[in-house]
């Protein structure tokens, strides 16, 4: 899933038996849906922006739709769940609209935006886009590439901007531990001390 604001690095996932909720909640509410396919549900809170991906995959099929929506979010006005809510509704009012669009001419299909665009609902500002990312590959080919999931905080942790001490190499700094080898460096340069 990809961020829509350049500064989200790093996020938290929303929790498993939330993200369950909310698959449980399509399959009630998409009934005959949920027979032929299956529900993916996933959510990232940044710093400055709430993420959540509403998607359905056809039993046997490989695309799957994905209903995207972000919010900003300052953590400093503790309205996280409000936000969270708000996402949800969207994703669902979207995912609804699909459905009830399907089989119809295309005149009477929905334009879904295929990159963030903002729009107001429920008189709030929100950014939706429509996705055919799949979820399941998408995770398979992080652990084939060896990136780690499951952490507290997830995301790019290299670009720290607090790493303020260190050895300096480039554009970044490593902080580690002196060695004794270090020691003998230091008394090897009288510039140094």
């Known amino acids: 899933m990809e961020p829509r604001l350049k500064s989200s690095k790093k996020w938290t996932a929303f929790p498993g038996d939330f993200v369950q909720q909310i698959q449980a909640l399509l399959a009630q509410n998409f ?3 949920s027979k032929e396919g299956s ?5 990232r809170i940044y710093p400055e ?4 991906r509403m998607g359905y995959v056809e039993t046997g099929r490989l695309t799957q739709i994905n209903f995207e929506t972000s919010v ?4 400093q006005q503790q309205d996280t769940m409000e936000k969270i809510y708000l996402c949800v509704d969207a994703g669902a009012q979207m995912m609804a609209e699909y459905f009830e669009a399907e089989g119809k ?7 879904y935006p295929l990159a963030w665009k903002l729009i107001e609902y429920d008189k ?4 939706l886009q429509f996705t055919t990312v799949n979820s399941d590959l998408e995770a398979e080919a992080n652990r084939l590439l060896g990136i780690e999931e499951g952490k507290l905080v997830e995301g790019e942790l290299e670009d720290d901007e607090d790493d303020d001490e260190g050895e300096e190499t480039g554009k970044d ?10 020691e003998e460096d230091d008394d090897e340069d009288p510039g140094l001390h």
Request: cysteine-free; aromatic content about 10%.
């Open 173 to 182: 700094f490593i902080v580690r531990e002196a060695t004794p080898e270090d």
């Open 72 to 75: 900003d979010y300052n953590p």
């Open 49 to 52: 922006e709430i993420i959540l």
């Open 39 to 43: 529900f993916k549900v996933e959510g």
């Open 31 to 33: 009934k005959k849906k």
């Open 105 to 111: 001419s295309d005149e009477e299909q929905m334009d």
């Open 124 to 127: 709030k500002k929100i950014f």
